[in-house]
């Protein structure tokens, strides 16, 4: 397969009909905070108090007063049964950047066994985990309908335990044991349990603590990619009086159950470490630019991911983003935006490509999946094709023949782990509903586009279910003939 580049997407070289770009997992450009951002920036830089610490190296955890604004954010929307404290919060230079540090600190690729995935997984991180040295461990756990094939997981994390017994790998080979402020995990699982990019299924709570349990188990670290979590809305709407937004998440993440799950993560016998680690990011619910992030877990990992060598040396990776995010949040505007602007846009976005989908392209065989949610979110919708049609071909003629842009399932399978039914996704694609499509240019204008986004998101739609009408035609015909030239030979032989 062609190496994937989110930043060169080109559409038909031949069709006349405008690119409709539904692969790309960008923010809509209408909705990016640029007016608040920038009074954030000059508050910072015209207040001699905050600007000389926000340009000069930062404390090793991040910003005091953005960690802060933080916990008590996460507290509200998760509602934890006690509140989260900012020194489970350390502040990253974004999810990418911290998924590295993560595995620079708490791996050894001498020592844990396997990184697993939940399958379908996020492309881009096979290549952080690779450059980890983890290029050859990669293993895939299959999704059933509530997010995870767990009676899977702990079949094949237990043989992988039985083999390494055999082969007397007791202790890493490259990290140092003596090391108070960090550990080494002997696993890792990657997941992405709510609106997963790119199944877009919703892990359910039963599988998320099955889930924790294996992990304390095998000494596995849980991260959760949670970028996605404070990006959710009601599935349905059926008046205009309905509430739009979700100020409430429906469901607890990992690292909130590690707190308190049979004794939680300081239970008799734990190293405090805990098991689940939440990846956080301001890149969807504010911007990519800003590379800025945050990581939560127990007190003791928190302080673990702040001692990596590159923080210690440079100090936080994102100081003078972190100072303008802080004072975007001081009076509760960022938050604002997230419930009375970002959730309503993106929630009427998935609607109306929702309604599309059902009337255009589930009639012609195409299936969703976990279609009884009441609460949906994220930036992506996972389809499978009709029996019998492959994404490759499908999305390839997509491009050429409607000039539609969507991504193949096989851009999500597991490196090296391919061959389970359940892990190969020949069948499916990937469509997202955020992206602004009526802005083509790498650096579109930030005045609102001339043609509307969703009637793009629906036409896109419709030009798919074109392309699945045009590829059945043909291999109904082509199937036909192929009968045809069947009983004919088979009446020559026979006389």
Known sequence: ???????????????????????????????????????????????????????????????????????????????????????RIGISGGASQNLAVLLNVFTDPSYTRKVWFVAPAYHLSFRVIQDAGFHDKFRAIPEDEEGIDIEYFKKEIKK???????????????????????????????????????????????????????????????????????????????????????????????????????????????DGFGNAVSNMSFSKISSPGLRCGWCEGTPKFVSGVAEVGSTHSGGNPSQFTSNILAEAMEDGELQRRVTEQLQPAYGKRYRSMIKAINDLLVPLGVRLPQ??????????????????????????????????????????????DNDHPRTSFKNDIRVCFAVSLASLVPYPSLTRPKWEDEDALIEGIERLATVIRTMQHEQNTTGSYKIRLQVEQEAKNFW
């Open 160 to 270: 992988v335990e039985e083999k390494v017994a055999s082969q007397g790998i007791s202790q890493p080979k490259h990290k140092p044991v003596s090391r108070p402020w960090a550990k080494v995990y002997k696993h890792v699982i990657y997941a992405v349990p709510t609106f997963s990019n790119p199944s877009s299924k919703t892990m359910s709570l039963r599988r998320r603590k099955e889930l924790l349990q294996v992990a304390r188990e095998y000494d596995a670290l849980v991260i959760t990619d949670d970028v996605y979590d404070f990006l959710q809305w009601p599935s349905k709407v059926t008046s205009e009086s309905e509430t739009v937004s979700v100020e409430q998440a429906h469901l607890p993440r990992i690292v909130d159950l590690d707190r308190y799950l049979d004794g939680g993560a300081e239970r008799e016998g734990a």
């Open 1 to 87: 397969m062609t190496a994937f580049s989110p930043h060169n997407i080109a559409g038909s070289a031949t069709s006349k009909k405008k690119l409709i770009n539904l692969l790309r997992g960008w923010p809509n450009h209408s909705l990016l905070p640029t007016q608040l951002l920038d009074r954030s920036a000059h508050k910072v830089l015209t207040n001699h108090s905050v600007a000389f610490s926000a340009l000069e190296y930062g404390p090793d955890h991040g910003d005091p007063r953005l960690r802060k604004h933080l916990a008590s954010w996460l507290t509200t929307f998760f509602k934890p049964q006690d509140p989260i404290t900012d020194d």
């Open 371 to 416: 279609t009884d949610r009441d609460i949906v979110g994220g930036y992506f919708i996972w389809l499978t094709l009709p029996d019998g049609m492959e994404g490759g071909a499908f999305v390839e003629r997509a491009r050429e023949d409607e000039n539609v842009v969507v991504a193949q399932g096989e851009l999500f399978e597991i490196p090296g």
